[in-house]
């Protein structure tokens, strides 16, 4: 059969002065199923029958289908959950007249001290408390033993309430003991009483004097409010410090890394039901957002969060959160003021219209999409049901421009007008890409059993499997094509090819700068072979004289691979210098390009219906003497 070109020519205007004009010639790909014909090509008793069938899967974009829900949630703070911290009496100080109940001068003197006890009983003061009632707490006493005594055992009490058993108190030194407090009441004037057993010096004497002192400071801390009347303790004194950890509502199982938001809010209202106002400090941790603010008694106060153009960061190697840490703080004046169980603060969060932008994330499990076609119609003539093929393939191509790597688990099914079924099921691995840089994988499998069958009707299934560590925008995509086909296996014989010429029109401007100002000329082609073959062959170029130019050509064969079929093609680009006597060919004002291709012999050759000759493009660039005006 004849090859033919499909004529490619710039019909040029007046041109401005150039150094360099280029005359473009032809472009042509030319399909195997164009070059296969029984004058040229001899097909051997073991040649199986050309089966072809193309399709192309879905494109994906996975972050469309990737959805944060709407959340609303809210967090209760009771009185109950505020702690009071540190909140410090007066320093009970004893002498040693006091504790040992002698007349002592203010200088120091040595002598000797019997063994005694003493009951002593103080005042201790909460200022700005008037008076609570504690689910919990702790007190915490401070003694500090400036004298020469030791004490044997020390019991302190305070309102009446067991508070510390203290066995031993060494001379000179500071010692410190705490007590839990549960459900008690506390006034604002507390009684403390301390009982104190020492054996004395014996017959030594010690020094000692009436400034010689044993003093006790009382600290209340960690208190637990279930009621009571406050006033003036300086903030951060009563504060309740929360955490809520609210869970991403991600519709995949994903540990989102690192997240880029398009639109987006976090709407929080905080009710403040204390007689009071408040401090409040809120930090979102993830989306390393700070504010504080002062919340009025009895009311409540909104703000929100936009989300727009926020980066999130997960500092969670499981979960997918959001972290909503708050601080809030007594703000209170000189009145003394009732708090009961009914007073509370509640905190209102509200996430809402999540766009994803770009994500970082890890699979937790593993995402499938599945995608299949519609039933295809395969019409094969009746004596075919009579041919059973050697080695029909199924080529897939998945290009994945996700940085995650995927398994494709490739499902083909046919059947017959009998009822007959036959089933192909495989999985390989997809190499992870970016949309920059999107990767290219391909499977090849037979499927002999699915086309000896003689089907009628063919079902293709892909399900993509998602898994491990990696990112995704709103560029990211994965798509697959299909190609299933009987390689046609052939033996080229020994012969030449000739295409039909093209016309070519050189404009007359251009004709008469090539005839006076001509330099030299350079003749440019690009071809890609996908035949098994090595090709050789000429382009000719003709004026309406007949005077021609010739040149040679040779074109490498597509790669092939073990099954004997190409994988990829191979480029060839001639660069040729024509000289001044072959340039003055496109003088005319119209020439003949054709081309010639020289088929070798070879032994047998697997050809495909995907195989191709292709001329990608070939032009002619003249330089002229006269330098640009």
């Known amino acids: 059969m004849l090859f033919f070109f499909i004529l490619a020519f710039n019909c040029f205007k007046k041109p401005s002065w150039e150094t360099n004009l280029t005359i473009p010639l032809i472009s042509r790909t030319f399909t195997v199923s164009s070059l296969i014909d029984t004058s040229f090509f001899n097909i051997n008793n073991d040649s199986t029958i050309d089966f072809y069938l193309t399709g192309k899967l879905d494109t994906i974009f996975p972050i469309d289908s990737i959805r944060i829900s709407d959340r609303i949630d809210s967090s209760f703070t009771a009185l109950s959950d505020f702690v009071i911290r540190n909140l410090s009496t007066d320093t009970i100080g004893l002498d040693a007249s006091d504790i040992t109940s002698l007349v002592l001068p203010d200088t120091t003197i040595l002598m000797t001290i019997p063994a005694f006890t003493q009951q002593i009983e103080r005042n201790c003061y909460l200022r700005d408390i008037g008076s609570i009632f504690l689910t919990a707490g702790l007190v915490r006493v401070t003694i500090t033993n400036n004298t020469r005594l030791i004490f044997d055992s020390a019991h302190c009490s305070l309102d009446g309430i067991n508070i510390i058993e203290i066995p031993f108190i060494d001379s000179i030194s500071k010692t410190e003991y705490s007590f839990a ?125 936009d989300l727009a153009g926020r980066l999130y960061n997960n500092p969670s190697s499981e979960l997918t959160p959001i972290t909503i840490n708050y601080a809030l703080e007594f703000l209170l004046d000189s009145t003394f003021i009732a708090i009961t169980p009914d007073n509370y603060y509640k905190l209102n969060y509200e996430i809402t219209n999540i766009q994803i932008d770009s994500i970082a994330a890890t699979f937790i499990d593993t995402l499938r999409q599945t995608f299949a076609s519609d039933p295809i119609a395969i019409n094969l003539p009746d004596f075919l049901s009579q041919v059973q093929t050697v080695n ?238």
């Open 181 to 305: 407090l549960e459900n008690i009441h506390l006034d604002s004037i507390m009684t403390f009483n301390i009982m104190l057993a020492c054996h004395g010096s014996g017959e030594d004497s010690i020094p000692i004097s009436r400034l010689d002192s044993l003093s006790f400071i009382i600290t209340m801390d960690s208190l637990r409010i279930q009621s009571g009347n406050f006033r003036s303790i300086p903030p951060r004194m009563v504060q309740t410090v929360k955490t809520r950890i609210y869970s991403l509502p991600v519709n995949y199982q994903l540990r989102i890394n690192d997240l880029k938001i398009t639109t987006g809010q976090i709407q929080l209202a905080i009710n403040n039901q204390f007689p009071f106002s408040c401090s409040a400090s809120i930090n979102i941790t993830e989306f390393a957002y700070d504010t504080s603010l002062v919340l009025p008694e009895f009311q409540s106060t909104n703000f929100m969060l």
């Open 392 to 629: 029909a393939l199924a080529m897939f191509e998945v290009c994945n421009a996700l940085s995650f790597p995927m398994l494709l688990n490739l499902n083909m099914q046919t059947k017959n007008a009998q009822g007959d079924s036959a089933v192909l099921d495989t999985v390989f691995h997809i190499l992870p890409g970016t949309p920059t840089n999107p990767v290219l994988s391909n499977l090849v499998v037979s499927f002999n059993n699915l086309i000896n069958i003689n089907p009628n009707q063919a079902i293709v299934r892909a399900t993509l499997a998602s898994f491990g560590e990696g990112w995704l925008n709103r560029e990211s995509f994965t798509t697959a094509t299909y190609t299933i086909m009987s390689p046609l296996q052939v033996i080229l014989r020994a012969d030449t090819i000739y295409f039909d010429p093209t016309q070519v029109h050189i404009a007359e401007n251009i004709r008469d700068l090539i005839i006076n100002n001509i330099d030299t000329a350079t003749f440019y082609a690009h071809l890609q072979n996908h035949i098994p073959a090595r090709l050789s062959g000429q382009f000719i170029m003709e004026n309406q004289t007949h005077d021609s130019v010739n040149i040679n050509i040779n074109i490498p064969s597509g790669l092939v691979n073990n099954l004997g079929y190409v994988t990829s093609p191979v480029d060839t680009n001639l660069a040729i210098i024509l000289s001044p006597q072959q340039t003055r060919i496109f003088a005319d004002s119209i020439i003949n390009v054709s081309v010639v291709i020289y088929l070798p012999d070879t032994d047998t050759i697997t050809i495909t219906g995907r195989d191709y000759l292709k001329i990608v493009n070939s032009y002619a660039v003249i330089q002229t003497l006269l330098p640009p005006k």
